[in-house]
């Protein structure tokens, strides 16, 4: 069972930041490549930002210089800071492996929605 629970969501104004937080089970985290993916209404889910298990990061263009990706090991627990957030940033937010065990609902938590909205 895939035990992943992404928390810290919310609605905020653009030019807002938000903190996103992730538990994920010992099988899962590890010292495996773990990052954030979002989907949007419509669109396909994307992966936004890694970090491998001594801390080095990567982001998609459309987040660098915005996001910031880091990790607890001690926790199993991977966050998300999120400052200078735009309309295009909604999206419904999700962490896993890199790459995923599975596209399937079942390997993935329940994510927590993003809004960014005046």
């Known amino acids: 069972q895939v035990q992943l629970v992404e928390s810290g969501g919310g609605l905020v104004q653009p030019g807002g930041s938000l903190r996103l937080s992730c538990a994920a089970s010992?099988?899962?985290?590890?010292?495996?490549?773990m990052g954030w993916y979002r989907q949007a209404p419509g669109k396909q889910r994307e992966l936004v930002a890694t970090?491998?298990?001594?801390?080095?990061?990567d982001y998609a263009n459309s987040v660098k210089g915005r996001f910031a990706i880091s990790r607890d090991n001690a926790k199993n627990t991977v966050y998300l800071q999120m400052n200078s957030l735009k309309p295009e940033d909604t999206a419904v937010y999700y962490c896993?492996?890199?790459?995923?065990?599975?596209?399937?609902?079942?390997?993935w938590g329940q994510g927590t929605q993003v809004t960014v909205s005046s």
């Open positions: 970090i491998t298990g001594n801390g080095r990061t």
């Open positions: 896993n492996k890199v790459p995923p065990p599975s596209w399937s609902r079942g390997y």
């Open positions: 010992g099988s899962i985290f590890s010292m495996n490549l």
